[in-house]
């Protein structure tokens, strides 16, 4: 449903998001639909056909998500990935020259380099620091901010300014942020990406992506993309991520708070070489920050001695979860450079859970102090 922007606090939005008409004798929770084939009507009539075109459930999840976003219309998709390169193959073309982050996720730059290139396509990889230069001479700007693994900062205003100058079109990853904490097609962006898989479902237990946009024609091509590829949204899938979607607020609330104390106490800590959290005030990209993030993240990012100091922190710790992704409700552990990223090997993004704040602060402090 449509929200308006500014009325309600966060949880309050994701709780209007999922709501559905108030009819007597009918659920309150969104029903499940698994449904593929529909009684074909006159094709002029626009009703369902078959699923993997459109169906119910879809209709009503990206409702919820282009309501967050404060976008016209929403697309969702089997994974964020499936969602951003469905972006970008609507996008690019033979001769443009497409820009993406050098310090954003890794598949991404994969995709670009290893299945848009060779079409003709010029990739460069610019970081956050970098990527409004980069923009000068790009027809399309994929950035990522908060930056993950690295949580740098992209001046989205000023790059969408940038971008609208040259006629490119700017595409942001919101997957760190999230709506919640951040709405860049109100920054002038042309289309969001995320992977709902993270904090948005938050569960660990499902993989969704979407794209949600104001321009009409752009999203008729990217659904076109879809259509014709069909990496699209399981019936389960839908149903769990509106399920979850209405306590996203809460959840994320608890995380973004676990964050910032967290990135505080282990800035103190001699064990920790570095943190990077944009919350924090001496970190390089605050001040970008507070001027168009609502909240910081549940992220942080630390350097440790090496890679085995790593381990000894998820092995010490009674709480923290050493695995890949983010955004669920343990806290979790993740040493980058085992992926391949431009990170040392100490370095750690450690996503936040819901747990009690003290009991994670004492955790973390008893673990490296083994370390």
């Known amino acids: 449903m449509s929200i308006e922007p500014g009325r309600f606090g966060m949880s309050t939005r994701t709780v209007k998001a999922v709501d559905i008409e108030a009819v007597p004798g009918n659920p309150i929770a969104p029903p499940i639909t698994p449904a593929t084939t529909f009684h074909l009507g006159n094709p002029s009539d626009g009703l369902d056909f078959y699923g993997r075109a459109s169906n119910p459930a879809w209709r009503q999840l990206e409702s919820a998500l282009a309501g967050l976003e404060g976008a016209a219309s929403a697309l969702v998709f089997g994974s964020g990935m499936a969602a951003i390169t469905a972006v970008l193959r609507a996008l690019t073309t033979p001769d443009s020259t497409l820009v993406v982050p050098a310090d954003g996720y890794y598949q991404v730059r994969a995709y670009a380099s290893e299945y848009l290139a060779p079409q003709g396509i010029t990739v460069v990889a610019a970081s956050s620091a970098e990527m409004c230069d980069a923009a000068g001479s790009a027809d399309v700007v994929l950035a990522e901010t908060p930056a993950n693994p690295s949580l740098d900062v992209t001046d989205l205003h000023r790059l969408a300014l940038i971008c609208r100058g040259r006629g490119a079109r700017l595409v942001v990853d919101n997957t760190t942020a999230t709506p919640l904490g951040q709405?860049?097609?109100?920054l002038g962006a042309d289309v969001v990406v995320a992977s709902a898989t993270?904090?948005?479902?938050?569960?660990?237990?499902?993989?969704?992506?979407?794209?949600?946009?104001?321009?009409?024609?752009?999203?008729?091509?990217?659904?076109?993309?879809?259509?014709?590829?069909?990496?699209?949204?399981?019936?389960?899938?839908?149903?769990?991520?509106?399920?979850s979607l209405g306590t996203a607020g809460l959840r994320y609330e608890r995380q973004c708070q676990n964050a910032m104390a967290l990135a505080g106490a282990l800035s103190r800590h001699p064990a920790v070489r570095s943190v990077r959290y944009p919350g924090l005030p001496d970190d390089p990209a605050h001040s970008v920050a507070v001027a168009q993030m609502r909240r910081f993240g549940g992220l942080v990012s630390i350097e440790l001695a090496g890679a085995e100091a790593v381990a000894r922190l998820a092995e010490r710790s009674e709480l923290l979860v050493a695995a890949t992704s983010f955004g669920g409700i343990h806290t979790s552990v993740d040493r980058r450079a085992r992926w391949g990223d431009a990170v040392s090997a100490g370095f750690a993004r450690i996503s936040l859970g819901i747990e009690d704040t003290d009991d994670l602060l004492a955790d973390f402090e008893q673990a490296l102090d083994q370390t």
């Open 198 to 243: 993270k904090a948005l479902a938050g569960h660990s237990d499902l993989l969704a992506g979407y794209a949600a946009g104001g321009d009409a024609e752009l999203m008729a091509a990217v659904a076109r993309e879809r259509l014709l590829s069909g990496p699209v949204l399981g019936a389960f899938e839908t149903w769990l991520l509106m399920r």
């Open 183 to 186: 709405t860049p097609l109100a």
